[in-house]
């Protein structure tokens, strides 16, 4: 990728597209931030998902303990309470934000980990 850029699904097919893509999602931050701006590149030429930028970009987030733009990262607190979001930007542009991404809404999102969205206050 250093030197041929992201390489797209027309040249690694779906799965090796999908490969790539999870491995760096997976590796080190330091990788992470790395490949971001070839990330960047390959969504604005079509050749990659914006949805995968914006996981790898709330991964980042989340490793340098800021608050994520498109709410895609969880964390397991305990039995007891399950999965939690990781703090947000904008608990209110996030559905906006998460659509110019071709990502669905939040709480349809967060409900696969039985998280509500929005949170309930005081039970209401």
């Known amino acids: 990728m250093d030197s041929c850029g992201w390489l797209g699904a027309e040249v690694l097919g779906e799965d090796g597209h999908t ?3 999870l491995a760096i ?3 080190d931050t330091s990788a992470m931030v790395k490949y971001l701006p070839v990330l960047r590149k390959a969504v604005a030429n079509k050749i990659a ?3 995968s ?3 790898m970009e ?3 987030n989340v490793s340098r303990n800021l608050p994520q733009r498109y709410g ?3 964390h397991f607190v305990s039995q007891e309470v399950g999965y939690q979001l990781y703090p947000l930007q904008d608990s209110v542009q996030v559905d906006q934000w998460r659509a110019a991404m071709q ?3 939040l709480a349809d999102y967060v409900a696969k980990w039985k998280v509500v969205w929005p949170p309930k206050v005081d039970g209401r």
Request: proline letters at 10%.
């Open 58 to 60: 709330d991964r980042v």
């Open 25 to 27: 999602q997976h590796a």
């Open 49 to 51: 998902e914006p949805s």
């Open 103 to 105: 990502l669905e809404p």
């Open 72 to 74: 895609s990262q969880l």
């Open 53 to 55: 930028l914006a996981l």
């Open 19 to 21: 490969d790539l893509f």
